[in-house]
């Protein structure tokens, strides 16, 4: 009775999501457990956000809210967007989203039609190519490759564009590789798009965590017709540590395309968390600039630590993340399924990493530091065991 439909029976589960939860569970049977899985801080969130949710709480801010957020939520990230990414938005280009994940969702159900192509750069973030399928569209896979710093060649771009593309996904700083792309890269990519209906749809979610100096800098503010061309998607999980809390959001200078998310958005899930909506404003109006900062070099320094436990592992290749916090670690050399080295690794020294597979990427684990030094520490000593043993 109860038939899945194929839309659903034919999507892959969230590796990233699957790998955590099962070293939560491992975890949870007493089970010694060092998790690099989860693309998650484990910082929690600064007091100010918090107590502003409590006041709003206590305030009785607990009703419906507007669907796409509430003006001043829209307000503080407008400014937000201004100050640091240098776009100019307005009120009616904002829509407030249940996470990042929603934002990418309802913007492909938004403008994607049956056997429209999705050019999605190798390695990717998991969720891209099944939130494509489930919308009937073809996702189209741009590889990069390790020489390459995992950055796009613009003439393998060219070749894929034809008539049916519709989308192409830029991420900066990239979920699993940490690469960052420069003002420099971004314009190129944007004279390959000049001509086109090409939509780009940037993630945004790590953009306050880059590293060594760097100047972060969003597609969108490249020139006038990469502000038209761009939907700018961005959220609290990463730089704000709140995963749990459930805020992203969606910008676009189309406004028809913001309110085509917002009639889904309003016949599907409704406003965000009103309680949340509320705290954010303090995530995106500079009260918690600090906060992100602290948390951003002790990042910069765990990567640091990671990188040179890493560098004593003989067999093993990996580049200097520029953000994010993730390495991309290529295992290639061991001529090993990339699955299976992850699953023994977990079985046999209880080290949660995820395969590159997942990713568009086998021959390669994704190694979130997000964890504390010790964990860093004694978990890249069982790695380096574990392939000493084996390999
Ligand atoms: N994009 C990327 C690149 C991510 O790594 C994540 C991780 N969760 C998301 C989007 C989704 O973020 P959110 O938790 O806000 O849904
Ligand atoms: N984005 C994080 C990751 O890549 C969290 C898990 C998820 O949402 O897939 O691990």
């Known amino acids: 009775m109860f038939e899945i439909s194929k839309r659903i029976s034919s999507m892959s589960p969230s590796l990233t999501i699957e790998i955590s ?4 569970k491992l975890k949870s049977e007493g089970k010694d457990i060092i998790s690099f899985s989860a693309g998650e801080p484990d910082f929690d969130t600064p007091d100010v956000v918090k107590n502003e949710a409590i006041k709003a709480i206590n305030d009785g801010f607990t009703k419906y809210t507007a669907v796409d957020g509430i003006p001043s939520l829209k307000k503080s990230i407008i400014d937000r967007l201004n100050s640091y990414n240098h776009i100019s938005y307005e009120e009616d280009e904002i829509i407030i989203n249940n996470g990042a994940k929603q934002s990418l969702y309802n913007s492909f159900s938004a403008l994607i039609d049956a056997g429209d192509e999705v050019i999605i750069p190798a390695p990717y973030w998991v969720s891209y190519p099944e939130l494509v399928k489930v919308c009937d569209g073809v996702p189209v896979i741009l590889e990069t490759t390790f020489e390459d710093e995992f950055k796009i060649n613009v003439d393998k771009l060219s070749e894929l564009i034809n008539e049916k593309t519709k989308m192409i996904i ?12 420069s003002k420099e890269e971004l314009t190129k990519i944007s004279k390959i798009l000049e001509n086109t209906n090409i939509i780009i749809l940037s993630d945004e979610i790590y953009d306050k965590l880059v590293f060594d100096n760097l100047k972060f800098t969003s597609p969108a503010s490249i020139n006038e017709d990469m502000l038209q061309r761009t939907i700018t998607i961005n959220g ?5 540590a709140m995963t749990g809390w459930r805020m992203g959001f969606t910008a676009s200078k189309n406004k028809a ?3 085509a998310t917002k009639k889904l958005q309003s016949q599907s899930t409704s406003n965000i968390n009103s309680i949340t909506q509320q705290a954010c404003i ?6 918690i600039e600090k906060d992100i900062e602290d948390m951003r070099v002790v990042f910069e320094k765990r990567r640091d630590l990671a990188m040179s436990l890493l560098s004593e592992i003989k067999g093993i290749r990996f580049h200097k ?8 670690v290529d295992i290639s050399s061991f001529e090993t399924n990339c699955l ?19 990713f568009g990427s086998s021959g390669y684990f994704r190694m979130s530091y997000a964890t504390s030094d010790e964990n860093i520490k004694n978990g890249i000593a069982k790695i380096k065991d574990f392939i000493e043993s084996k390999y």
């Open 21 to 24: 939860d099962l070293a939560k």
């Open 170 to 181: 830029l991420t900066t700083p990239s979920n699993p590789t940490g690469t960052v792309y």
């Open 236 to 240: 609290a999980s990463k730089s704000a």
């Open 257 to 259: 395309f913001i309110k």
């Open 282 to 287: 303090k995530v995106f109006d500079g009260s």
């Open 321 to 328: 993340p520029e953000g994010a916090f993730y390495l991309f």
């Open 340 to 358: 299976d080295f992850c699953k023994e690794l977990l079985q046999e020294k209880g080290i949660a990493l995820v395969p590159g597979v997942g």
